[in-house]
């Protein structure tokens, strides 16, 4: 079965640094445009940034551009999701998610497909 595990979460300082990690298991990666989101408590999931199945391309939300950059390694089976200059406001639980490439891409948590658990992402003082 499909399986994406996130890693990385944890608390940090503002203005500091994070790599979250996600793992994908019985999918062909590359036939997946992947995305990340995170949902903080009382708010609703907020898209992070995307990329595409070949790592050509990422987009990202207003909110975090600029300071997160997404990457990908297909020989592992691995999307990443770098992480600086965190504010409080980055705080809340991230996800990465699946979309079949043939889909296209999107920023609408509805679109993808395959889901992971989640990390903890706490930014404090």
């Known amino acids: 079965q499909v399986q994406l595990v996130e890693s990385g979460g944890g608390l940090v300082q503002p203005g500091g640094s994070l790599r979250l990690s996600c793992a994908a298991s019985?999918?062909?990666?590359?036939?997946?445009?992947m995305g990340w989101f995170r949902q903080a408590p009382g708010k609703e999931r907020e898209f992070v940034g995307g990329i595409r199945w070949n790592g050509y391309s990422t987009y990202y939300a207003d909110s975090v551009k600029g300071r997160f950059t997404i990457s990908r390694d297909n020989a592992k089976s691995t999307v990443y999701l770098q992480m600086s200059s965190l504010k409080p406001e980055d705080t809340a639980d991230y996800y990465c998610?699946?979309?079949?490439?043939?889909?296209?891409?999107?920023?609408?948590?509805?679109?993808?497909?395959?889901w992971g658990q989640g990390t903890q992402v706490t930014v404090f003082s």
């Open positions: 019985g999918v062909t990666l590359s036939s997946y445009n």
């Open positions: 998610a699946a979309r079949i490439s043939a889909l296209g891409s999107s920023p609408r948590w509805q679109d993808y497909r395959f």
